[in-house]
């Protein structure tokens, strides 16, 4: 999440990628026609840890310094401290280059721990790095990609501390109400499957008798004990509960459950893209990841562009690391990341953020199920991602003809604007808002709205974003603004269905200062004759404060 000087309070109302083998081939090629000089001109780590060819370093350093063993650069590439020690993943070019590979592995040394046919890919254990190495040596037109087994996490706990010093508000079991639910969801996900890869969900009577099926992908079908262990079915029911005590937003969606972390609460690239395969060969419309890790490879981007190429949507966390970063899966851009808001529309402080977010969603203080049939607050991206997924199950099941994909642009289009005016790396395209979503085509619905407050601290003004998410236009609104000393009333143009318009306002950086803190009321009145069905938001509340001397 990017920082500011400034903030404003709504108030109640890894490590690297692996070498590429291309590189580490023109490493090795390098070294074999230097061996009559002895010398050669290697590749060397850039301050960015990018791999450049050394003689784009000759400003740098002297030519021909005595060539590293191409072994170094293997380990370098394979051993680290976010992947799996001593585990490989070998991508093929070809249906026989992967065949050959199988029927000589064991032969190199190597142990072949997971098959991934539909990708050419396995992933193996090598007791000496010097196998794997003469292997690729003797067969290097085989492979397209070698790769570490990089980790992936359930996100960590968001720090207490961190969530208090923005005062955010939890949303407790107010789920369907934030996301501007009038109707009755009994029927929203009805025939849409949902794929959970997760740590396993425990059945719960917010699934109901039927909806609930497991798939065992080698790591069994149970979660465990551990303390994260009900992150599984916390996420599965925010995507489809039916139970008042643990709602979800697709109550008739089926859950398929793959469960993907070990006893330790952790994932890898090669076990969540086995996944991934498997979920969309067993039906699964939607694809929830509410895990993530800051390493990627091509056999994860082979895996999405699976999911991807057959209509399978898959929507995952950006993370709880308060990082100007997405974690992936969720930083690909064919998947729909999903950050975290509060029960105010403010960004949660862990939330991850960066150009590539595409939404946001609830994931402070959610009620939602855990094991043995005990209901908790659920905080962090985890929670928001599956409530995305939901909704876009939900639209899916009311449009026979829509797919997931056409679902998730929809979602994004009619979502709340939420921090600086339009799409920002903080809310992505805005806040999900399904009830909107949902209605867009009712020409007789009304829905006027004060989006959000805004400082802009290199203009020095307040933006108030007004969002008309009626079915019609709407003319003579009104925007009354009072910060305490003087009230302003502002009038606003035509804005047509799904229109939005933004009142400016410049702040006295004197009074600011003096006070330290300025509020801000904000007032949206409808024309006579106009019925508001959500007049909740039409009134909004901030505080600006200064920044710390």
């Known amino acids: 999440m990017s920082e500011r000087s400034y903030r404003i309070i709504p108030l109640a109302g890894g490590c690297l990628a692996a070498l590429l083998l291309l590189l580490w081939l023109i490493v090795r090629s390098g070294e074999a026609n230097s061996r009559s000089t002895g010398a050669l001109v290697t590749p060397v780590p850039d301050p960015a840890g990018s791999m450049t060819s050394g003689m784009a370093k000759d400003a740098a350093r002297p030519r021909n310094l005595p060539a590293a063993p191409a072994l170094r650069y293997l380990q370098q590439s394979i051993e680290k401290r976010c992947a799996r020690p001593h585990e490989a993943l070998l991508t093929f070019s070809n249906a026989d280059a992967y065949r050959r590979f199988l029927a000589r592995a064991a032969h190199s040394g190597l142990t072949i721990v997971g098959q991934l046919d539909a990708l050419l890919a396995v992933r193996v254990r090598w007791d000496s790095l010097a196998g794997l190495e003469s292997e690729i040596l003797a067969n290097p037109l085989d492979y397209t990609d070698v790769s570490a087994n990089f980790y992936v996490n359930i996100p960590d706990t968001p720090p207490k501390e961190d969530r208090q010093a923005v005062n955010l508000v939890p949303l407790g079991g107010g789920l369907l109400s934030f996301l501007g639910v009038s109707e009755d969801p009994g029927q929203w996900g009805r025939g849409v499957t949902i794929a959970v890869l997760d740590s396993g969900v425990a ?242 619905r009304i829905d006027t709205a004060i989006s959000s407050h805004y400082y802009d601290a290199a203009t020095g003004q307040m933006e108030f974003v007004i969002q008309n998410r009626s079915g019609q236009s709407v003319a003579g609104m009104i925007l009354n603004v009072d910060t305490g000393t003087g009230a302003v009333a502002c009038s606003l143009p035509l804005l047509t269905s799904g229109g939005s318009y933004v009142v400016k306002m410049p702040v006295d950086p004197v009074q600011l200062a003096t006070a330290g803190s300025i509020v801000f009321r904000t007032q949206l009145v409808n024309p006579a004759g106009i019925v508001d069905q959500v007049p909740a938001n039409n009134r909004r509340t901030s505080s600006l404060t200064a920044p710390a001397k």
């Open 203 to 444: 059945p719960d009577n917010t699934f109901g008798t039927g909806r609930l099926q497991s798939l065992d992908i080698g790591l069994g079908t149970t979660p465990g004990t551990g303390p994260e262990d009900g992150h599984g079915t916390a996420v599965a029911a925010l995507a489809a509960g039916m139970a008042a005590d643990a709602v979800g937003v697709a109550p008739a969606a089926n859950v398929l459950s793959i469960r993907v972390t070990d006893a330790n609460a952790q994932s890898d690239i090669f076990t969540l893209s086995n996944a991934i395969v498997v979920a969309v060969d067993s039906g699964a419309q939607i694809i929830n990841i509410s895990l993530g890790g800051y390493d990627s490879d091509s056999l994860l981007d082979n895996a999405i562009a699976y999911a991807s190429q057959r209509g399978v949507v898959i929507v995952a966390s950006a993370g709880n690391d308060q990082a100007s970063e997405l974690t992936w899966p969720a930083a690909d851009t064919r998947v729909v990341s999903v950050g975290a808001v509060d029960a105010l529309g403010q960004l949660a402080t862990f939330s991850n953020s960066g150009p590539g977010l595409q939404l946001t969603a609830p994931g402070y203080g959610v009620q939602t199920a855990w094991l043995d049939g005990q209901r908790v607050y659920f905080d962090g991206t985890s929670a928001s991602a599956p409530i995305v997924a939901g909704a876009i199950a939900a639209l899916v099941s009311t449009n026979p003809s829509m797919t997931p994909a056409q679902a998730s642009q929809i979602l994004e289009q009619y979502s709340s604007d939420g921090g600086s005016p339009g799409a920002d790396p903080d809310y992505g395209n805005g806040i999900l808002n399904l009830g909107w979503a949902i209605n867009r085509n009712d020409p007789t």
